[in-house]
């Protein structure tokens, strides 16, 4: 089980750290990935960290102001996002995969999606002055 934190209101330019803690399982042959979803729109591929090296990819949209990462027990993973703007409102979700797979960003965002093995209930970030 996976569960994401860390959401909540913040202003444009402001910053957040969002958490996805692992349960039961650890996270140490895990690429973890980071989406969200904001009302209307489909699922969209953030980040993710691969297991082995810690190699990261991002979607072009958060490229510089998202920075994914995962502490050493590797039961945890990171969304550090800064600065925030009013279009990354959206509900986080945190994912994992075992399966090797291709960067995400080179997917489209229901092919990344559905390489999931694994999906925390998500954590609403909402940024508005």
């Known amino acids: 089980q996976l569960q994401a934190s860390g959401g909540g209101l913040v202003q444009p330019g402001g910053s957040l750290r969002l958490s996805c803690v692992a349960s039961?399982?650890?996270?140490?042959?895990?690429?973890v990935a980071w989406f969200r979803q904001a009302p209307g729109k489909e699922r969209e591929f953030l980040a993710s960290?691969?297991?082995?090296?810690?190699?990261?990819d991002y979607a072009e949209s958060v490229k510089g102001r998202f920075t994914v990462s995962r502490d050493n027990n590797k039961y945890a993973a990171y969304l550090e996002m800064d600065p925030l703007k009013p279009e990354d409102t959206a509900k986080y979700y945190c994912?994992?995969?075992?399966?090797?797979?291709?960067?995400?960003?080179?997917?489209?965002?229901?092919?990344?999606?559905?390489?999931?093995?694994?999906w925390g209930k998500g954590t609403l970030v909402t940024v508005s002055s």
């Open positions: 994912a994992c995969t075992v399966t090797p797979a291709p960067p995400l960003s080179l997917l489209t965002h229901s092919q990344a999606t559905a390489g999931m093995d694994y």
């Open positions: 039961g399982f650890t996270l140490d042959n895990y690429t």
């Open positions: 960290i691969r297991p082995s090296d810690g190699t990261t």
